[in-house]
């Protein structure tokens, strides 16, 4: 077991195994999100308050989800890198910030579509809403904290020391914006808070769910792979791998 | 060798001696805030009535920037000149020294605000009753970030221009202060017990002082190495 860990330390490995994984990943993840958005648009029956406008709940909650799960990996490969100096910690942690972000930005506009009909205004400091946006200024952080450096090492170790403190802090701020909003109006809108779904609904929210997971594995294999290269450029495997 | 806590306190007295024999730099984040309150009656509406709604919000605003301001200065004069480096050779661990200098940067510009801010409230129309919370909450606020700013501080030390990015990282994670801060000082203001958001203020004040001096510590550890 050990020897599998210490494997995956070492960059012609990872970028092997990424290359591996990558196609397979894609292509679980194109079966997954194909049958839920099928399934999830077309034939889920409509929601008896919202209609067929809570449709967008099978693009905008996994990309919810996935935008917290993305910057807890982008913490705990960081925590990797700065704790036992495994450098394939923080390729992991800069190749997955961007993803979470565009997840999180993913969040963000369809929650806001699907705003426009049930509050009729595309923006309302809805308290899930502004954490989320909250979590995108996060990770804005840490993008750009990572290139100010000009020495790579140090760039990687600040912004997983930065990935750390955020990720103390979101679980802070989520619930503090949560307080901020039910004190200063009440429950004047619709909220998710949704009883059961019924299985005809859920079946694709999960399915969804999954293919999202599988399709950020995918990228992340993709990306990590151009980050392993380009950290690793001037080693033999680099050259020998290209030549090939 | 000294003890630490002996460290502590020359640390506290160099720092404190230092701020004084600079006034301008003192003053100048006060006079900051002072100029951002009084953008607001400007843009907004010289009615106090109104005033006194936003009040709170403006006030914590004010305050979250000017801290922000003098913050970028924490470690950089003297990462530049090469003091940081001799104080972490020094043998002290190297927390203490960030704990001296964190809690007299507050003491320079977060408690210095603090005695300012009547002034500011009463030209935005808070009612004197409403006082004590607002001392309180901006005390335990600008506290708070005064140890979230160090985190930021010590990681982009080593920057040329740190500053702005500084405030891109500081922020986000001050935004609980604002809503806890503010939230109290309206309370007060209203006339409704604001120990709740107080009681929130106060955790994360303790939870922010106790696990911040680590983070920066870290933080600082990797620019200078």
Not at chain 2, 207 to 216: D, E, G, M, R, S
Request: hydrophobic letters at 60%; one cysteine or more.
């Amino acid at each position: 077991m050990w020897t599998w860990f210490y494997k995956l330390a070492s960059p012609p490995y990872v970028y092997r195994v990424a290359a591996l994984l990558a196609p397979w990943l894609l292509a679980a993840a194109a079966l997954l999100i194909g049958y839920g958005l099928i399934d999830g648009l077309l034939f889920a029956p409509p929601d008896y308050q919202q209609g067929n406008a809570f449709r967008i709940i099978y693009v905008h909650a996994p990309a919810a989800w996935m935008s917290l799960f993305a910057y807890t990996t982008m913490a705990v490969a960081g925590a990797i890198g700065l704790i036992w100096h495994i450098k394939m910690g923080h390729a992991v942690a800069a190749a997955t910030a961007p993803i979470g972000a565009s997840f999180t930005l993913l969040a963000l506009v369809t929650g806001s579509l699907w705003g426009r009909p049930m509050w009729g205004t595309y923006w309302a400091w809805d308290p899930r809403l502004t954490s989320e946006l909250i979590l995108l200024f996060l990770y804005v952080g840490v993008l750009s904290l990572r290139p100010a450096f000009e020495d790579q090492g140090r760039g990687d170790r600040a912004a997983a020391l930065l990935a750390l403190v955020g990720v103390v802090n979101v679980p802070i701020i989520h619930y503090s914006v949560l307080w901020w909003n039910s004190l200063h109006q009440g429950a004047t809108v619709a909220k998710f808070g949704r009883p059961a779904m019924p299985g005809s609904m859920l079946a694709p929210l999960l399915s969804m769910l999954a293919g999202f997971m599988l399709f950020y594995g995918a990228v992340l294999c993709q990306r990590l792979r151009g980050e392993v290269l380009n950290r690793e450029r001037q080693s033999v495997w680099v050259r020998e791998a290209m030549k090939s | 060798m000294i003890g630490m806590f002996s460290a502590l306190r020359l640390i506290l007295q160099r720092e404190l001696l230092l701020s004084l024999r600079r006034p301008d730099q003192l003053l100048q984040p006060l006079v900051f805030f002072l100029i951002v309150t009084t953008l607001f009656p400007l843009a907004l509406s010289p009615q106090l009535s109104l005033l006194r709604d936003m009040a709170p919000g403006v006030l914590w605003v004010a305050a979250l920037l000017s801290s922000l301001l003098s913050l970028d200065a924490l470690f950089r004069g003297d990462a530049e000149d090469g003091t940081l480096e001799q104080l972490a050779l020094s043998g002290q661990a190297l927390s203490v020294i960030v704990v001296g200098k964190t809690v007299a940067h507050w003491l320079v510009s977060g408690a210095a605000l603090v005695v300012m801010s009547p002034l500011v409230a009463i030209a935005l129309g808070i009612p004197l009753a409403a006082f004590p919370t607002m001392l309180a909450s901006l005390a335990l606020g600008t506290f708070t970030l005064s140890w979230l700013g160090a985190i930021g501080a010590g990681l982009t030390v080593g920057l040329r221009r740190g500053s702005v990015l500084l405030s891109l990282i500081v922020l986000p994670l001050a935004m609980p202060l604002l809503i806890f801060g503010a939230n109290a000082t309206d309370r007060a203001i209203a006339g409704v017990n604001p120990a709740g958001a107080m009681y929130f203020l106060a955790a994360l004040c303790v939870f922010t002082a106790t696990l911040a001096p680590f983070a920066a510590t870290a933080a600082l550890r990797i620019t200078l190495e």
